[in-house]
């Protein structure tokens, strides 16, 4: 038998007690870890739950706890840093033949990329720049994915929105959601639900609709309430998309996605089916053979 002082016990105790509540190893006073800027503990968590990974994540945190000054600067440097090294690890994989690993390491370097821009200055132009990269990052992603995912460009008022469709192997119509973001996500930002839901065999369409990542960033496509126009057009997309099939499309939004979510609803004639769930809002329900109301 293996003794141990008590404190020792004690100790090894508690840090297993903290890792049952919060799992991964996170610790439990996460929200204290920036106590001068809880938004920094609520974009850490994002950047995790929108498709990081908890090493990631936590290597992040440590970072960025060294001091205890809300600095913009600060967390622009090290989630760049982390997005940069994956980048780097990613073309290394492809070059090698490690596609998954590569897929894995440009889509996890897009996200930190795109939160590394968060709290910096509006008209500061390394925003814009962190977008655009964060861009190619995942468009490197598409490419290598396991099916490839397909850049799209929704046709809307003249002009479009972009967006990304993620499908998965099954042949043949497969049901499909799409995925509304919130008031600071992006479409990038759903690809951890996209992914599990490919797994599934459901296909699901990520969109950067008006007031949303690129459509506002670098198109200029200022947000509205009435999101059932976007939405109508992203609904014809798929109607027109015979590998989607037209009688099992949902909606799913995240935040405000939710109330943007239950706009789209106001398209849909008969088969409806809401649920709300916290900041979450899925609708379901037949397209009426093809024909839009």
């Known amino acids: 038998m293996n003794w141990r002082p008590a404190s020792a016990a004690s100790a090894a105790s508690e840090k297993a007690a903290k890792t049952r509540e919060t799992g991964w190893r996170i610790p439990a006073n996460w929200s ?35 001091e205890h000054t809300a600095d913009p600067e600060r967390w622009h440097k090290v989630w760049r840093e982390i997005g940069d090294r994956l980048a780097e690890r990613a073309e290394t994989a492809r070059q090698r033949g490690h596609l998954l690993t590569a897929a894995s390491s440009w889509r996890r370097a897009a996200i930190y990329v795109q939160w590394s821009v968060a709290f910096l200055p509006v008209d500061d132009a390394r925003r814009t720049e962190g977008h655009r990269r964060s861009i190619e990052l995942f468009t490197a992603y598409a490419v290598v994915s396991d099916p490839p995912i397909q850049r799209v460009e929704v046709p809307y008022e003249g002009t479009s929105f972009p967006g990304w469709l993620v499908r998965p192997a099954a042949e043949g119509a497969v049901p499909c959601a799409i995925y509304l973001p919130g008031w600071d996500s992006t479409k990038e930002q759903g690809s951890g639900l996209a992914a599990a839901l490919a797994e599934r065999g459901i296909a699901t369409l990520l969109c950067d609709g008006p007031g949303i990542g690129e459509a506002v960033a670098f198109r200029g496509m200022p947000n509205r309430h009435d999101y059932e126009v976007p939405g109508r057009a992203a609904f014809e997309l798929l109607l027109n998309e015979p590998r989607v099939d037209p009688a099992r499309i949902a909606v799913v939004g995240s935040s405000l996605g939710g109330y943007r979510a239950a706009r789209y609803v106001s398209l849909i004639r008969r088969g409806v089916r809401v649920s709300h769930r916290r900041w979450w809002a899925v609708l379901t329900g037949a397209a009426d053979g093809g024909q839009r109301s």
């Open 32 to 66: 204290g870890e920036f106590s001068e800027m809880r938004t920094w503990s609520q974009g850490a968590l994002r950047a995790m739950f929108v498709g990081g990974s908890p090493g990631d994540v936590l290597r992040a945190v440590e970072e960025l706890s060294v």
